[in-house]
């Protein structure tokens, strides 16, 4: 039997944006159902053990979500995947995988973003060297508290690398996504904090220290814990006799081009649009460059769509970090009280 | 050997596992500052002796990093140690002291006439 | 954007019907080489496969060698494609790596820039009176031999295993840059990991070594070992390379390219009497084969017939650990049957 919730505002998505909005949205007395396609709440907030810049842990921002969402007016439901989104009259009709039909006044778009499939940037050797790991699978090692390289064991050396699948033509991404800096300069002082022995290099194009106490903190990791910085993008990844990671890149400050064997590469790889992202912006005709969802405005109404009633916040739009992510959905708060006055 | 005309050509790839480190180990010791270099080349723009002879002083502490030696202490030497590179350091990185220190190292491994 | 991802590319390769053009330098380099994918595509495929007697250069080597222009160029493979229209063929399967790049770069500017095409057609028409059409398919030899892998393994009299101890041999395939890296798309597999080798090697029992410097161009290069002062250059990647497999102990090297094989077993034997080095326990070398030679050696044709006697590297050894007989005595035997007199040479 079909089953029609009505409600004043859909968010979809249950990440970060998608909380913090609907949290606030609740707060203000409004109705609200946020629905997620995975069964635990947090979105890529997951994937993660620490964050930057000021190393809180992952756990305490997903307990802190756990609290939020209790509060009064919210309803959540997990594992439910919003698969069709449309107006009709003054309403907005959502449709999800288990045969329910959302009516509401508004709908709130946090579909954040996916992981750059590293397998696309072959020259790695992603998926066939087991020295090479993503950022997110480097984050489960710091999660289980034991960082290990190609052959098993604690890693001497190791190698980290920014811009996978970011500022590429190659893999059709021009974009940079913003966090990965920031968060290979994270990775650097975790790995010394655990492993004081151990050789850290990360090469970059650039370094974008974007945010605040990004730039302290990127000093105190030469500073302090000797993380060493190579301007030059790795070239080429390949694995040695003794099961080692070999790497190739130019020094350009040197000039020279150079070649470093390691026991762990850490490809840092960017963010793209996630499928839900790419399938209601496509629906709903809003989809913009890369497959991210298009803000009717950049500098006046970046939380509005060309739809009156479709709003967008956080990744969706483009990649964000995380304080970032969060302002926005608190925006995104204000422009949805804002409609549903009719104060717009 | 036989002799067929040419030579085979040598690498110009710096091999990053197998580089002198050890000079430049005892720098960061006696000279902290060294390690917070950006690399931005303030130093060398600015450098009174660049635009006479050529001197550069991020890439001479590159040189000593990466353990490339055969020509360091020479262009050490151009160093006309005057500290204008300290005054526009945006890491507030002891110029002149690595350039001592650099010196200094370099006479280990150097002839005499290149030493302080 | 258009997202370049070639590792699950599999190209199209047509089943029959081929238009063959011989390697100006794989005639003198591998004479056999040739002959024997034309009996392997023939005799033991049974495919119909024409050896035009009148096909010239592609001009691959003077155009790398900037010596003939690219107009010219363009004209005269147009030529080679009329002559493939004329006798009503669509799949141009030229034997070298290098005319393989050459005439895909060819079409490729055909399409970007009709008016080449048309200042082409005219050229051939002003000089040779013809006419030509594009053809459907430029398909590398070695693309066929991937293609029907399995069908000749069932032909197969030998594998590529050591008949001793039962263990495959260790395979070091090296990929010619025109065939993989002017159009990857062009390739089976990907530009950084093609299949083509690696996907026949292992059908046919051995293990391919996936060596740090895999990837690495032989160092061939054109104007780089045709001008002597330049061939340091050349050589220096050859080593790279040796000195990158040497842990691995390989048994061979198998490539597709007329350049890649030249050098890497030529360069062997030049590291040896410059340097007094080699790259195999025994001091032998490491042999060199074609693919084609791999294939016809598998097969269980004559080791003499498929133009052995030719390397540098002697690939007896390689021929014992397979087990594949063959006769010290008829090594330099001519086409006449007589010992070929290496005095006026």
Partial sequence: ????????????????????????????????????????????????????????SSNELLQLFGEMIVVNNLSLQTGVTVTNIRKDNNHWISTTNKGETIVSKAVLM??????????YKEEYGYGIYNGVITSLEFEKMLKCGEIYGSNGITPEKIAILNCVGSRDAKVGNNYCSRVCCINAVKFGIEIKEILPKAEVYCFYMDLRMTGQFYEELYRKSQQEYGVNYIRGKISE????????????????????????TVDLLILMIGIEASESTKELSAQTGIMGEYGFAKSHSLLKADNHTIHPGLFIAGTCKRPFTYPETVADARAAVVEIQHYLENKT | MKNFGFKIS??????????????????????????????????????TAAEINGFNFRYCHLLMKRGILDNLAKELSKCMLCGKCYMVCPREINTRSIILKMKALMTETTPKHYSL | ??????????????????????????????????????RIVGDV?????????????????????????????????????????????????????????????????????PEELQQTRDFLKQATGREFEIPEYITHPCDIIYKFRKELKEKMRFQIVNQKTGEPLRVVEHIGCHYSKVFPQAVIGSAEFPQVLAGMVEEWGGQVIDYPERRHCCGFGFRHYLIMANRGYSIANSRKKFESMEPYHPDFIVTNCPGCTMFLDRWQYTIKEMEGKTYDKQGNGIPVLT???????????????????????????????????????????????????????
């Fill in chain 1, 1 to 56: 039997m079909e089953k029609i919730i009505y409600t004043d505002i859909a968010v979809i998505g249950a990440g970060p944006t998608g909380i913090v909005a609907a949290y606030n949205l609740a707060r203000l007395g409004y109705k609200v159902s946020l629905f997620e396609k995975e069964e635990s709440l947090g979105g890529n907030i997951l994937k993660t053990y620490k964050l930057f810049p000021n190393f809180q």
């Fill in chain 1, 110 to 119: 946090a579909t954040g973003f996916k992981p750059f499939d590293a397998h």
């Fill in chain 1, 237 to 260: 990844a390949s694995q040695t006799a003794d099961n080692r990671i070999q790497l190739k890149a130019e020094d350009t400050l040197l000039r020279l081009p150079i070649k470093m």
């Fill in chain 2, 10 to 47: 040598a690498s110009r790839q710096l091999d990053m596992d197998t580089i002198q480190s050890d000079l430049y180990e005892k720098l960061i010791q006696l000279e902290p500052t060294a390690k917070r270099c950006l690399m931005c080349g303030a130093c060398a723009a600015t450098c």
């Fill in chain 3, 1 to 38: 954007m258009e997202r370049k991802f070639w590792k699950n590319y599999q190209k199209d390769i047509p089943d029959n019907n081929y238009y063959y053009e011989r390697s100006c330098i794989r005639q003198s380099f591998f004479p056999g080489s040739e002959t024997t994918f034309l």
């Fill in chain 3, 45 to 113: 495929l049974g495919k119909q496969i024409e050896d035009d007697q009148n096909l010239h250069t592609c001009t691959g080597i003077g155009y790398h060698a900037d010596v003939v222009p690219f107009e010219t160029t363009q004209t005269i493979i147009a030529r080679l494609f009329s002559l493939m229209s004329e006798k009503g063929y669509r799949n141009f399967v030229p034997s070298c790596v290098t005319s393989f790049g050459l005439l895909n770069e060819v079409v490729e500017t055909w399409k970007h820039f």
């Fill in chain 3, 291 to 345: 693919y084609e030679e791999m294939t016809g050696l598998l097969l269980g044709f004559n080791p003499w017939d498929l133009g052995l006697q030719l390397h540098q590297i002697s690939a007896e050894p390689l021929l014992d650990k397979i087990g594949i007989p063959y006769d010290k005595e008829q090594k330099y035997l001519g086409k006449s049957g007589k010992i070929i007199d290496f005095k006026g040479f």
